[in-house]
């Protein structure tokens, strides 16, 4: 009878090592996995499984915060470059779309001949199209912001998200009606930081796995 391959040897949280990884400078992942995964089997011995998986998880959390202070403190223009680049260009080319997509709305009278079919066209496929944008500038940043792709990419995110609870705060401050219009843009304005994020960690997983099959070869 074959024992289950888990109970031979147990391994730590998937998601939380997937994380070390894509937050770790790609030339200290190997020797911080081993670390992690070196100390995670001793706790599995010493204490069990759930209290070395508990372990892992803090571990991966200070390892990634450490990786983002260090970021900071190490190339704090190119962070920053980065950080505004990425903010600016997704403001200019939602910004142009809009226009592009109004002017040619306008040309055709469609306002006129259906007011419903303007407001939808203004506004649906241009949030779907921001996101979508999102995920490219995303890509841009973290191809940018070399060996610190995910934490550049995660303060643009930041930031987005940042902005839109500000505009929330000042239309409940200016006592306007607020909740329709923060119900529709919590889901555009989280599905495009989620975008951001995805685009910046397909870029560095594409960088860490070129970086493992150079280190393997």
């Not at 505004?84 to 779309?97: P, Q, V």
């Not at 921001?130 to 990419?153: D, N, P, Q, Y």
């Amino acid at each position: 009878m074959t024992s289950h391959p888990d109970l031979q040897s147990p391994q730590p949280p998937r998601i939380a090592g997937w994380l070390v990884v894509l937050f770790t400078p790609s030339g200290l992942v190997e020797s911080i996995m081993g670390d992690l995964l070196e100390e995670f089997s001793a706790l599995v011995v010493k204490s069990g499984l759930g209290f070395a998986r508990r372990w892992y998880w803090r571990q991966a959390l200070k390892t990634i915060l450490h990786a983002s202070g260090n970021a900071f403190r190490i190339a704090p223009w190119l962070m920053l470059a980065a950080v505004i680049g990425g903010f600016w260009l997704i403001g200019f080319a939602t910004r142009l779309s809009l226009h592009a997509m109004q002017t040619f709305l306008d040309a055709h009278r469609v306002y006129e001949l259906d007011p419903s079919a303007y407001l939808f066209w203004l506004k649906f496929p241009l949030e779907i199209g921001r996101v979508i944008l999102c995920a490219l500038i995303g890509a841009l940043v973290a191809f940018t912001a070399k060996k610190m792709e995910m934490i550049a990419v995660v303060a643009l995110a930041l930031i987005q998200m940042a902005l839109f609870w500000a505009g929330t705060v000042a239309l409940i401050l200016n006592g306007r009606e607020w909740f329709d219009w923060f119900l529709v843009m919590l889901l555009w304005n989280g599905l495009c930081a989620i975008a951001t994020v995805i685009g910046g960690a397909i870029v560095r997983t594409r960088r860490s796995d070129a970086t493992t099959g150079h280190s393997a070869a």
